[in-house]
């Protein structure tokens, strides 16, 4: 396995994860990428999955445009935008912790870029081997 299947393992693990869990939504994964960094990987998204994530606390109304989206996506008419919004903004909402839920999904990650890595090195051990000879 390499590295960009162990990362796209990822990504659909945590697309899994988001569809499955109830009140999601496929959009939430829709524009999210994962990039190697040199001592961590970086998921990036839309400000929503950060939302859904980790929640919204009280006190403060949400942007009106992902919550006219979100109307859209359910059928809902544009009048409900403002309750919507306010309601919000006196509740907040719960986080869904997507990424604390991951655990087993971030070892399985970490397993194949370890598989991924002992197979560069192995197929660098024999070009080496095949270009000087065996050197033992």
């Known amino acids: 396995m390499d590295l960009k299947k162990a990362n ?4 659909i693990a945590l697309d899994n994860k988001i569809r ?3 009140g999601s939504t496929a959009s939430l994964v ?11 990987i970086q ?7 950060y939302f859904a994530n980790w929640g919204r606390g009280k006190g403060k109304m949400p942007p009106p445009t992902p919550i006219k989206k979100w109307l859209k996506r359910k059928g809902l008419p544009i009048s409900a935008l403002y309750p919507v919004m306010r309601k919000i903004g006196e509740r907040g909402t719960k986080g869904k912790y997507y990424f604390e839920n991951i655990r087993d999904v971030a070892f399985a ?5 370890a598989e991924a890595t002992a197979e560069e090195i192995q197929i660098e051990q024999n070009k080496i081997t095949q270009k000087y000879g065996n050197t033992n």
């Open 8 to 11: 796209e393992n990822l990504l």
């Open 30 to 40: 829709k524009n999210t990428s994962i990039k190697e960094m040199k001592e961590h």
């Open 109 to 113: 990650y970490c397993k194949d870029v």
């Open 20 to 22: 499955s869990t109830k």
């Open 43 to 49: 998921v990036r998204s839309s400000d929503a999955l």
